[in-house]
């Protein structure tokens, strides 16, 4: 590679440059693939996609992902952090190793490089990766911010309709429909940042108020976390549309095309969206600059998001591998989570579910 070309990459994208040099450092812990790539400017940026332990098809998996909208910088900087920490583990890590032998771990900590490189949310095309799966919410959506095909001058442009969807979302679609679906179990989690002042962890649907067929499963992972983790109040479980409904949101798609192709399978996918308001408002100068409003800019806070988080993730990684101990089995127990995620979200009453 160019040494201008690094030098520059370095500047704009210091995400990409750490991953790749992750990867290069890595041998044989980590399987990369270029997913697509992306022009930008005059370069063309990969997205790619790492994948550690199992190879066995059917594994139970894990995905993280990260950098759809490209001023939310931390959610890539928290994946690249956990592997970073991951990979000197295990190194060493018997019980890490272990874990992973009976489990499959994917990455693709920058969905959008393009955006990143530009700072802009959408992708160098102008449009939103998170509004642009051919999917319609039948609700009240958000003006603007709940998609539009209005113009790609306006943030959350969707695209035009009938149109293919954008490469790097296109690629995040197909990895899961040819990696993940034909597993009976995979989690998910795409990391963002920007709203709110708690760290939601969303499940679907974005689109609808309606709950999901698998709402028991939801349940019993948030309860789940909520037991091994009670001093970490940090995180509001909820379905999206509890704080806002959205046209063209990827996992929605991905969620009920799993449902329709593979009905046996459990496929949850979880967003991460860290409330960045909590970090302006302890620092308001943030408010001058629009790409601090995703972000912590002041460094002991930085540190503390990406350290807050490994336990999440981690949570998630032993909750995937051990799977068939927690989930609902008989459609008694199906029965009773799915009534209790009811009344914990979708009765009026409801106080959520810290
Ligand atoms: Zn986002």
């Known amino acids: 590679m160019r040494s201008d070309f690094l030098y520059e990459l370095n500047k704009h994208l210091p995400e990409l440059f750490e991953l790749q040099q992750l990867i ?3 041998d044989n812990q980590i399987k990369s693939r270029v997913l697509t790539q992306v022009k930008c400017d005059s370069h063309t940026l990969p997205v790619y996609q790492l ?16 950098g759809v909208h490209g ?17 000197e583990r295990l190194r060493w890590d018997q019980g890490l190793n272990a874990q992973l032998q009976q489990m499959t771990l994917i990455f693709v900590p920058l969905v959008n490089p393009g955006g990143m490189w530009m700072r802009r949310r959408c992708n160098p095309n102008g449009i939103d990766l998170m ?26 442009y969707r695209g035009k309709a009938n149109q293919p969807m954008e490469s790097e979302i296109n690629a995040v679609y197909q990895l899961v429909k040819t990696q993940l679906l034909q597993r009976p179990f995979c989690l998910s989690l795409d990391c963002h940042s920007g709203f709110g002042l708690t760290d939601r962890v969303w499940f679907p649907y974005a689109r609808t108020r309606q709950p999901i067929a698998d709402l028991a499963v939801a349940y019993r992972l948030s309860r789940l976390f909520n037991k091994a983790h009670r001093h970490n109040t940090n995180y509001l479980f909820e379905p999206q549309s509890s704080s806002y409904t959205t046209h063209g949101d990827v996992w929605d798609l991905l969620y009920d095309e799993s449902r329709q192709t593979h009905p046996k399978h459990t496929f949850l996918p979880l967003t991460l969206e860290m409330g960045s308001w909590l970090w302006v408002k302890k620092n308001p100068r943030q408010l001058l600059r629009f790409v601090d409003l995703f972000n912590p800019t002041v460094p002991h806070r930085q540190n503390r998001v990406l350290r807050r988080h490994y336990a999440l993730i981690d949570f998630l990684m032993a909750a995937t591998r051990s799977y068939a101990e927690w989930l609902p089995q008989t459609a008694k127990q199906q029965r009773k989570d799915f009534n209790a995620g009811l009344k914990n979200w979708y009765s009026h009453s409801r106080k959520g579910n810290k």
């Open 24 to 26: 290069d450092r890595a």
């Open 51 to 66: 994948t550690l332990g199992s190879e066995d098809p059917t594994a139970p998996a894990l995905v993280l992902l990260g």
């Open 131 to 156: 509004r642009n799966a051919p999917i319609e919410s039948a609700e009240r959506v958000l003006f603007l911010a709940g998609g539009h095909r209005l113009s790609r001058h306006l943030p959350w």
């Open 71 to 87: 001023v939310e910088r931390i959610g890539t900087q928290v994946l690249l952090a956990f592997l970073r920490s991951l990979l």
